[in-house]
């Protein structure tokens, strides 16, 4: 069955550095988002992604946030100079119809 | 207030019981949706339920909803020991979007053997 992947599984970086989490998902889907989840705290909503475009974000994706579908299947997520308070679990998600969601295993961000 | 409240927040059972996990939302909705998440794992959809829609089964599991009291119920019968994981119902309110899912804090659920 195909499965969204994201890599890496886990990345520690230092403040101020940048980052980019990546994301393949599944084939033949058409909607792409990234979700946050901070430590014990609810997973957040951050981009939601169509037809080449941002089509919604949330607050927490500020300037510092961009999303890129560089190549028709990969779909990363930078984050321009990392805070500690970036420190969460990052999960992509693909769909093919728009309430259809499928989450990969998550990037964990570590910045110290 | 928040969107996609479940209650308890913790609940620990004895395998092979019944396990029964609430979720109240305050706008309305589209549609709400029940997600398990695995320790540091990625959420796995487990059912939809539709705004027009009452009950939906999947097996083992069993989804209420009831738009009059914005609450939902998600109910795994015969609990596993495998079914440990925290579960979260997530909401597409409309209006705000048609594509984002909106989380709830989520219930711990511990099946003990």
């Known amino acids: 069955e195909p499965e969204v992947t994201q890599t890496p599984s886990h990345q520690v970086t230092q403040m101020g550095q940048e980052v980019i989490l990546r994301c393949v998902p599944i084939?033949?889907?058409?909607?792409f988002y990234w979700y946050r989840q901070i430590l014990g705290q609810k997973v957040e909503f951050l981009v939601s992604?169509?037809?080449?475009?941002?089509?919604?974000k949330s607050e927490i994706f500020d300037d510092q946030f961009s999303v890129e579908r560089p190549d028709g299947s990969n779909f990363t997520l930078k984050i321009r100079s990392t805070k500690l308070e970036d420190s969460a679990m990052y999960f992509c998600?693909?769909?093919?119809?728009?309430?259809?969601?499928?989450f990969g295993p998550g990037t964990r961000l570590t910045v110290t | 207030s928040q969107q996609g409240e479940e209650d308890p927040q913790a609940l620990s059972i004895q395998e092979g019981e019944n396990a029964t996990m609430n979720c109240s939302y305050k706008?309305?909705?589209?549609?709400l949706q029940w997600y398990r998440q695995n320790s540091g794992r990625g959420l796995v959809h487990l059912i939809l339920?539709?705004?027009?829609?009452r009950e939906k089964h999947s097996g083992r599991l069993r989804v209420t909803l009831d738009t009059s009291k914005k609450s939902s119920s998600l109910l795994i019968t015969a609990s596993r020991a495998a079914d440990t994981a925290s579960y979260f119902c997530?909401?597409?309110?409309?209006?705000?979007?048609?594509?984002?899912?909106?989380f709830g804090q989520g219930t711990r659920l511990t099946i003990n053997p």
């Open positions: 998600a693909s769909g093919y119809r728009i309430y259809e969601q499928y």
């Open positions: 084939s033949n889907h058409l909607y």
């Open positions: 992604f169509y037809n080449n475009e941002i089509s919604e």
């Open positions: 706008t309305s909705i589209n549609n």
């Open positions: 339920i539709r705004s027009n829609e």
């Open positions: 997530a909401t597409v309110p409309p209006g705000q979007g048609a594509q984002k899912l909106v």
